[in-house]
């Protein structure tokens, strides 16, 4: 779940995801073309966010040992006990129980990703390739704007209008019919 928290990736593609598209040395997780909702390939430096960085060579640890005690290979990077997870529906609703927030969905989390994501000024272009949001329409509706992100807004405006009043002089409008 932390992966989707920080990827925004939608649950399938975290559930697909090999070791084969985790390269550490390069610092990326890829999804290959034709795995996607989209169909679109994805990449994700993982080297630039160093929790997701040690998230998943946490996880890599654990499918080495996994992948010891039962002597075969594991391929997938989410797994439990080296098994494919088909569906994690009640580990998540046992969780939001536990948080006191029953109701939430998984995909929320992409919901969260990308509000992460503008609110870390990241490029709409940039946040949507990270995300696999093909079109804006549909990348706005994950943007979602709360009352405290209106309030930070108006709280940057008030920091360009206070060094105005120190460098500028303002005029007033010109009257109708005078120029």
């Known amino acids: 779940m932390r992966f989707l928290y920080y990827t925004g ?45 040690e998230l998943l060579k946490r996880q890599r640890e654990h499918t080495d040992d996994v992948e010891r005690r039962g002597q075969r290979i594991v391929p997938n990077v989410f797994h439990r006990n080296g098994k494919p997870i088909r569906s994690y529906a009640g580990a998540w609703d046992a969780a939001c129980t536990k948080a006191g927030v029953d109701g939430r969905l998984v995909h929320d ?22 995300t696999g949001h093909k079109t804006e ?34 005029l007033p409008f010109a009257t109708a019919g005078k120029h």
């Open 9 to 53: 990736w939608r649950a399938g593609e975290a559930l697909g995801l090999t070791w084969a598209g985790v390269d550490f040395a390069a610092g990326v997780v890829r999804l290959e073309p034709g795995v996607t909702k989209n169909r679109e390939g994805r990449e994700f430096p993982i080297a630039a966010l160093p929790p997701l960085a």
């Open 109 to 130: 989390l992409r919901r969260t990703a990308v509000r992460n994501l503008e609110r870390a000024g990241v490029s709409r272009s940039v946040a949507m390739k990270l």
């Open 137 to 170: 329409a549909v990348y706005r509706r994950y943007a979602i704007t709360s009352t405290a992100d209106l309030a930070e807004g108006v709280a940057k405006l008030a920091t360009v209008h206070g060094s105005e009043k120190a460098t500028r002089t303002v």
